[in-house]
């Protein structure tokens, strides 16, 4: 089946960083990414959907001066978190679907563990 | 916003029981999912089911739609230590500004199955 991978899997960083994260499909155009945040102990929240070549739509309360995505290629997409805080601590999904392919399945990375100390 | 409401919370079963998992919604759907998600990990797919089907079987696992109630329900059965995990549905739906389909997860069900 097809893949989606995220770098890095796990970082930890200073208050007031940014912090880049990638999102890759390794064997499919993704035309479409969705990225998402997961507290402790809660389900998955979308954050935005980006289709390439295009800007990003966010969902209600989530800044997108903070959270930057760019969706520059097919297979690529990336989050940045921009001068991070403690609450921004949190486990980022990334998934990936080709509307072209007329499937519905969405395929999930296996996500990135964000700590901001 | 939280589209999938799943019911337990919290359930904890002996191993070989079945565990039933309900899930609601309120808007139309394309299709519903269901995934799991073992502490700390990423999400593994586990079944999907269209709007116009009423019953789905993979594995230990059936899964059934009722469109009229909006709702879901996921039943393991003959449970297994390793079925220990997170459970969530998700709804695939026409996002209102994306203008492309997107999951929106329910809060999960913690699944505990006792050796």
């Known amino acids: 089946g097809a893949v989606v991978s995220q770098h890095p899997s796990r970082v930890i960083c200073k208050s007031g960083t940014s912090v880049k994260i990638e999102c890759r499909s390794l064997?499919?155009?993704?035309?479409?990414m969705f990225w998402y945040r997961q507290f402790p102990k809660q389900s998955l929240m979308l954050m935005a959907t980006s289709n390439e070549g295009s800007k990003a739509t966010y969902e209600q309360g989530v800044e997108k001066d903070k959270f930057l995505i760019n969706h520059a290629s097919l297979t690529l997409s990336t989050l940045t978190v921009t001068s991070a805080h403690p609450e921004d601590s949190s486990f980022y999904i990334c998934s990936a679907r080709d509307p072209r392919a007329h499937t519905d399945t969405q395929y999930f990375g296996p996500g990135t563990r964000l700590t901001v100390l | 916003s939280q589209q999938g409401e799943e019911d337990p919370q919290a359930l904890s079963i002996q191993e070989g029981e079945n565990a039933t998992m309900n899930c609601s919604y309120k808007t139309s759907i394309n299709n519903l999912q269901w995934y799991r998600q073992n502490s700390g990990r990423g999400l593994v797919h586990l079944i999907l089911i269209r709007s116009n089907e009423r019953e789905k079987h993979s594995g230990r696992l059936r899964v059934t739609l009722d469109t009229s109630k909006k709702s879901s329900s996921l039943l393991i059965t003959a449970s297994r230590a390793a079925d220990t995990a997170s459970y969530f549905c998700?709804?695939?739906?026409?996002?209102?500004?994306?203008?492309?389909?997107?999951?929106?997860f329910g809060k999960g069900t913690k699944l505990s199955v006792i050796p």
């Open positions: 064997d499919f155009q993704a035309t479409t």
């Open positions: 998700a709804t695939d739906s026409l996002g209102s500004g994306a203008g492309s389909y997107q999951l929106t």
